[in-house]
């Protein structure tokens, strides 16, 4: 079968909209594949697309057989969306040497889609017919009996396939292992309780439910274990989970980033199956778009856990992460994290902005936590409307870094979104320097600061010249610059580079208006970090006091020089 063909058929379904599916995490990838078939082999794009490479695995896959349902002992089929993931990451390779382009492979999608039973039948075939010797295969989670699902899956397709797979490859099934004596190859479930996992030399790892993963630590480990081989796969598989501050979410942005082409990975590729943020969830469009496998699945058991989430809003979010593969977050969370993201504009450079106005707002953690200093430049667009502009730093210990329960900290350093201080504490006084270097690539404005813990600080930039404002951390100074940020970021006119740590920071903000409709910014626990956000207001704060919009519209009206 020709399962490269059922793979583009599927691509132009779904670009069509004959098929429905989410913008970011579904129809990127499509146009993405259609966009690299159409440069392979040109200078900037040494990858070409091997369709015998592509179709061997969906062949091998489908002489597999079911273990589960009405259709156990039956041949696997491959449905479309899986023709299109599996074809793409094995179909692709590298000009210089044949091997493989994808080295790490995300595929986030709802319970009940056949995750783990594709994931068992492509660790067969990377343990048997990938053609490497000495091939070490994986099954990694969180538990032994988690890790397990994926190796048993295995195991029983091998069981029902014992002799075709005996006689082509000299497999034998163990209890505890998949072995092939001859090529010195082996498949074993591995745990993160495990004392075994460091040093491995993995050719295909498969890590189930990455959202469960609390720390980064084996997903770090097992990273470490790919480098080794020519061409390995690291395989991920999960669905949504309720919280952000974890590995899996770190991957799912970045997944979504190199799909829309904000960032060039070109050895990643994944698939996210969700809804949009404009689809009510509450529908059974939701739940088509965001099922590949929806034909599959036990409708009545689905629409009953619907029925129970429509009135139960202790089971929503439980619905919507299984069913829905929607990343929950707190239910009064301030903004819309889509219509933040809306906004960004990747090109922006602070250095364009060398000799323009600006304010600053700082948050001075204490010295074991994150800093936040943010710049905010203004300039108007064609239609002389205000536009206002973004531009984050972020400071934090390296032994917090280490020590932090979030997993995305370690990722973020490596990228340089922290300035990172040697040992456990933050220094003031790097900070200080830093600020006051800065600003003399502007025309300032003044800065932004919270009182507490930073009166120090504060005189030192005062004594500098730079103009101060003091702004109180509650409702009564905060609430008009939040509400003015809503109504910029509805009308697309506050924008950023797309700064992971400060969009992780504004999804972590909840509000809770008072009986006069004031608002302010809370965090629903403290690993939940919002300094971003309070460095932010106290820029707008000053923006608001110097009536930057007013100021604006007077001198259009009557254009004589003003500080803008």
Not at 274 to 303: M, Q, R, Y
Not at 352 to 372: E, P
């Amino acid at each position: 079968m020709d399962y490269c063909s059922k793979a583009s058929q599927y691509i132009s379904d779904v670009i069509s909209g004959k098929i429905p599916a989410c913008k970011r995490g579904v129809i990127s990838a499509c146009k993405r594949q259609l966009s690299d078939l159409g440069k392979q082999r040109t200078k900037n794009f040494p990858y070409y697309f091997d369709s015998s490479a592509a179709n061997r695995v969906c062949t091998f896959v489908e002489l597999l057989k079911n273990i589960k349902g009405p259709k156990a002992g039956e041949p696997l089929t491959l449905e479309p969306w899986q023709c299109f993931f599996l074809t793409t990451v094995f179909g692709w390779k590298k000009s210089e040497n044949g091997k493989r382009r994808f080295t790490f492979v995300y595929l986030e999608v709802p319970r009940g889609n056949g995750k783990s039973t594709l994931s068992s039948a492509v660790a067969l075939y990377m343990l048997c017919a990938d053609g490497e010797l000495s091939a070490d295969v994986y099954s990694f989670a969180t538990t032994r009996d988690q890790a397990r699902i994926v190796f048993d899956d295995a195991k029983a397709m091998a069981q029902q396939s014992k002799w075709e797979l005996a006689d082509a490859f000299g497999l034998k099934i163990l209890n505890n292992s998949l072995l092939i004596p001859e090529k010195n190859c082996k498949f074993l479930p591995k745990s993160s309780e495990d004392s075994t996992n460091e040093g491995l030399n993995s050719h295909f790892a498969c890590m189930d439910e990455l959202h469960a993963h609390k720390t980064r630590n084996l997903f770090d480990v097992v990273t470490k274990s790919m480098g080794k081989r020519a061409q390995s796969i690291f395989w991920t598989i999960t669905t949504a989970g309720g919280s952000i501050d974890c590995i899996c979410y770190e991957q799912h942005q970045l997944i979504l980033r190199i799909l829309d082409g904000s960032v060039k990975d070109e050895t990643r590729f994944g698939l996210i199956y969700s809804i949009d943020p404009e689809d009510d969830w509450k529908t059974d469009a939701s739940l088509i778009k965001s099922n590949p496998n929806w034909g599959a699945l036990d409708h009545d058991v689905v629409f009953s856990e619907r029925n129970s989430a429509l009135v139960s809003p202790s089971a929503q979010n439980d619905y919507k992460t299984k069913r829905l593969n929607v990343w929950v977050q707190a239910v009064s969370a301030w903004i819309n994290l889509q219509k933040w993201r809306d906004c960004y504009i990747k090109s922006l450079n602070v250095e364009d902005f060398n000799g323009t106005s600006c304010v600053y707002g700082i948050d001075l953690a204490t010295k074991l936590d994150i800093t936040a200093a943010v710049r905010i430049f203004w300039k108007p667009d064609k239609n002389n409307i205000l536009h206002y502009y973004v531009f984050p730093e972020f400071w934090l210990p390296e032994d917090t870094i280490h020590a932090s329960r979030n997993s995305q900290y370690q990722g973020w350093a490596n990228s340089g979104l922290f300035h990172v201080s040697p040992g456990s504490v933050t220094d003031y006084i790097d900070i200080g320097r830093y600020l006051m270097a800065d600003v003399h690539n502007y025309q300032c404005l003044g800065i932004g600061y919270d009182p507490w813990n930073c009166t120090q600080l504060a005189q030192t930039l005062s004594s500098e010249g730079i103009e101060m404002y003091e702004v109180q951390q509650g409702p009564k100074t905060l609430s008009e610059p939040m509400k003015f940020i809503e109504q910029l970021i509805m009308q697309g006119r506050l924008h950023s580079d797309g700064n992971l740590v400060l969009e992780w920071m504004m999804g972590n903000v909840v509000v809770k208006p008072d009986r006069n409709d004031n608002i302010y910014p809370r965090k629903e626990r403290n690993d939940n970090k919002i300094d971003g956000v309070f460095a932010m207001l106290s820029a707008f704060y000053i923006i608001m006091k110097r009536d930057i919009e007013h100021t604006w519209q007077d001198w259009l009206e009557d254009p004589e020089p003003v500080f803008i």
